[in-house]
């Protein structure tokens, strides 16, 4: 769930830059609003394609997307988390986190 996680910081961050709202975001793809914050969060997935269509409103390559950077995601997404001795630790308590948030939401709804 890391790279979710990655990724989707990395398309909120230029999504921001370019102040373009997930709303927006959700209508370029096809998608629900809610659903395109689970993919921002890393909790949902989406396609190639649909990558695509983010990457071109963004005036990006997907390469870009994709390109996730360790560093910047241990200062800018889990720098609360950041004391675990083994960062597999961190990420495996996040995961945990995710599912029960995912239960949490289905059972709400």
Do not use: W
């Not at 993919?39 to 990006?60: C, D, H, M, N, T």
């Amino acid at each position: 769930m890391q790279q979710a996680r990655m990724l989707g910081y990395r398309v909120q961050k230029f999504a921001n830059t370019c102040n373009v709202s997930p709303l927006e975001l959700s209508e370029i793809i096809g998608c629900s609003e809610t659903e395109m914050k689970l993919f921002l969060k890393g909790r949902a997935f989406i396609s190639y394609e649909q990558l695509s269509l983010l990457a071109k409103k963004l005036k990006v390559e997907i390469s870009a997307l994709l390109s996730g950077n360790e560093d910047e995601y241990n200062k800018s997404i889990v720098h609360c988390m950041n004391d675990f001795d083994k960062p597999q630790n961190r990420e495996f308590i996040l995961d945990i986190i995710d599912e029960y948030m995912d239960i949490l939401d289905v059972t709400c709804n």
